[in-house]
């Protein structure tokens, strides 16, 4: 099956810093990709829908300007988390939906996620 | 989407089946039934979709009732890897793709 990778799979930043995480789509084109976060023992929240060349779609709620999204190609978006705090910390998840996939269980494939911690 | 509503926790014997159910009374005729799980510390992971027919494959099958109103997933020789929290996603399939994760049910499987 399709893979989606993650990169860093955990970080560890300075309150203040700004960390980008990347998704990638190995083996196939993602026409879009999504952005979740999940606090401990909590469930997944979708926070943007990047797609490729446009800007992203944020969830209510979610600050754009501090969640800087970039999906410049087919196969890679970034999540940039800037002047972190401690209260970003969380499990950051990406999926991507490959580019003119069937629906089903080609919908989206989920990365590992990527454990930050802001200090 | 329509709601979902999943006991939060259950246990089940290792190479028993496992019958997960969820309840979505207010769904509509053009909304699915997804179903996801999530190993702990991993990206969710699909396991089944179906719309009105009962659906198989190699990791399960899913029963939806003939009103689709509630739906069960079965495991059907649960082992220990299957530990995890599973979701049941009711969605239309629009052009949007979103998946909205509720919090799931979350299966221990006992030796």
């Known amino acids: 099956g399709a893979v989606v990778s993650q990169h860093p799979s955990w970080v560890i930043c300075k309150s203040g810093t700004s960390v980008k995480i990347e998704c990638r789509s190995l083996d196939f084109q993602a026409t879009t990709m999504f952005w979740y976060r999940q606090f401990p023992k909590q469930s997944l929240m979708l926070m943007a829908t990047?797609?490729?060349?446009?800007?992203?779609?944020?969830e209510q709620g979610v600050e754009k300007d501090k969640f800087l999204i970039n999906h410049a190609s087919l196969t890679l978006s970034t999540l940039t988390v800037t002047s972190a705090h401690p209260e970003d910390s969380s499990f950051y998840i990406c999926s991507a939906r490959e580019r003119g996939g069937l629906a089903g269980p080609y919908e989206q494939y989920f990365g590992p996620g990527t454990r930050l911690t802001v200090t | 989407d329509a709601k979902t509503t999943q006991p939060p926790s259950m246990d089940c014997a290792e190479g028993r089946a496992a019958n997960l159910p969820c309840n979505h009374s207010?769904?509509?005729?053009?909304?699915?039934v997804y179903w996801y799980r999530q190993i702990h510390s991993q990206g969710p992971q699909y396991i089944i979709h179906?719309?009105?027919n009962n659906e198989t494959n190699e990791m399960a099958s899913l029963i939806i009732t003939e009103d689709r109103k509630s739906s069960t997933l079965i495991l059907p020789h649960a082992t220990l890897r299957d530990t995890a929290v599973y979701y049941c996603i009711v969605r239309w399939r629009s052009n949007d793709y979103k998946l909205s994760f509720g919090a799931g049910t979350t299966v221990t499987v006992r030796a």
């Open positions: 207010t769904i509509s005729g053009n909304e699915y």
């Open positions: 179906g719309l009105k």
């Open positions: 990047s797609n490729e060349g446009s800007k992203a779609t944020y």
